[in-house]
């Protein structure tokens, strides 16, 4: 679920950071890995389970005219949507790379569900709305992300690992 609350700002598309729960990290290492990325991302909101591990944190991209909501979901839910997406993404899948994520997504018992919001840049009708998003944020931070957790990034909109 979406923590994300902000005015200004439009939802746009979800991704997901599928991996085995074992390998959820801590929210202060997920924190300063994100922060270290660059400098022009502001982290917010990092919160915690009991046991110092990530549950879900917001980052803002003024420069990018974006935002991110991260969250953790882990056990069941995931567990039952694993062969769904597999499903799905097994027509989109063209290499030896891509054959060997879809193998560990079968593995996955957590995900982060990555939210990218664009901020609205008050015009008066939308039709004339110009596209001032940058989408790289977006990706350099699910790489992060995938890397931290050995996880593997999903693109559920379009069916298809990133």
Not at 46 to 71: C, H, K, W, Y
Not at 72 to 96: F, K, T, Y
Request: glycine share 6%.
């Amino acid at each position: 679920m979406s923590l994300f609350e902000r005015p200004g700002y439009e939802w746009r598309e979800t991704f997901f950071v599928l991996f085995d729960a074992a390998r959820r990290p801590e929210a202060e290492s997920v924190s300063a890995a994100i922060s270290k990325l660059n400098k022009r991302f502001q982290v917010e909101a990092v919160r915690a389970n009991d046991t110092g591990q990530f549950e879900s944190m917001t980052i803002l991209s003024p420069d990018d005219f974006a935002a991110m909501d991260i969250s953790c979901v882990v056990g069941e839910e995931v567990i039952e949507q694993v062969p769904l997406l597999q499903n799905e993404l097994r027509a989109n899948v063209d290499s030896d790379e891509q054959r060997e994520q879809l193998r560990r997504l079968g593995q996955s018992t957590a995900r982060l569900d990555v939210f990218h919001f664009e901020q609205q840049i008050g015009q008066e009708d939308a039709g004339d709305e110009p596209d001032f998003m940058d989408p790289g944020g977006l990706l350099v931070v699910l790489e992060r992300l995938a890397e931290i957790c050995d996880g593997v990034v999903v693109d559920p909109q379009s069916a298809s690992l990133l």
